[in-house]
């Protein structure tokens, strides 16, 4: 497993950029990036399951590990989805066990918000992370950057 980092500065507000990561309406327009229409189940609470799926019934299973709103998420992957089932014992369930997945909002100069994504990849998803990573940044700044 090897951990990716990508870095993207935002003119808007930690708060507003918090609100495009987590809002039952943003979060699937920049995941989209990733799978199209992909949805997150969870209360956003720290402690919490959180079940990041596919409309075809895959996805992750993870829980947030610790929660400083505007500032901080980190989520820790348990397992997998296949079928809408949680799966905790398979080959790629336990390589995906344990690793994490950091999100860190950075207030800078101007009003402007630094969001860093620290995430653990398996070898397998890589290439398609380094791939779809800084167009989901792009997306969140896009959507960040909107006018009220």
């Known amino acids: 497993m090897e951990q990716q980092k990508f870095t993207k500065v935002i003119n808007a507000s930690p708060e507003k950029v918090w609100k495009v990561l987590w809002d039952d309406e943003t979060y699937p327009q920049w995941t989209a990036i990733f799978s199209k229409g992909s949805y997150a189940k ?27 709103p505007n500032e901080y998420m980190l989520f820790e992957h348990l397992g997998i989805i296949e079928n809408e089932i949680e ?52 997306k969140i700044k896009d959507l960040a950057e909107k006018k009220n």
Do not use: C
């Open 42 to 68: 969870t209360d956003w609470k720290e402690g919490s399951k959180v079940l990041f799926l596919t409309p075809d019934g895959r996805g992750m299973v993870s829980k947030i590990k610790k929660k400083m």
């Open 87 to 138: 799966n905790h014992e398979s080959n790629e369930a336990k390589e995906w066990a344990g690793a994490t997945e950091a999100y860190m909002l950075e207030s800078v100069k101007n009003n402007k918000t630094q969001l860093t994504v620290k995430m653990d990849v398996v070898e397998e998803y890589k290439d398609f992370f380094l791939n779809t990573w800084p167009k989901a940044m792009s």
